[in-house]
């Protein structure tokens, strides 16, 4: 039963990982403009947070504090930020 959780958590882990990255990158390709247009915080500065949360995500995994902070982060970029910025 422990190596079934134990997957279980570190395919969590992974995946968390994943969809930071995911943020990260779709933060670096979106054009610096729309994010101020948009109503949003500068490109410099999710940037940062998206950068911040993937390096909170490696370090310390999903059932950690810090892994949660960094994968709300993320999840707040892919569901808030990048529709408005897309739209532009």
């Keep these: 039963m422990d190596i079934l959780s134990g997957g279980l958590l570190s395919l969590l882990a992974w995946t968390c990982l994943a969809v930071a990255v995911w943020a990260l990158i779709d933060c670096a390709i979106r054009g610096t403009a729309a994010f101020p247009a ?20 490696f370090l310390f995994a999903f059932p950690h504090i810090f892994g949660i902070a960094a994968i709300v982060a993320s999840i707040v970029y892919l569901v808030d930020v990048r529709p408005a910025v897309k739209e532009i």
């Design 38 to 57: 948009a109503g949003k915080l500068t490109k410099p500065a999710w940037l940062a947070i998206t950068g911040g949360a993937v390096l909170l995500q």
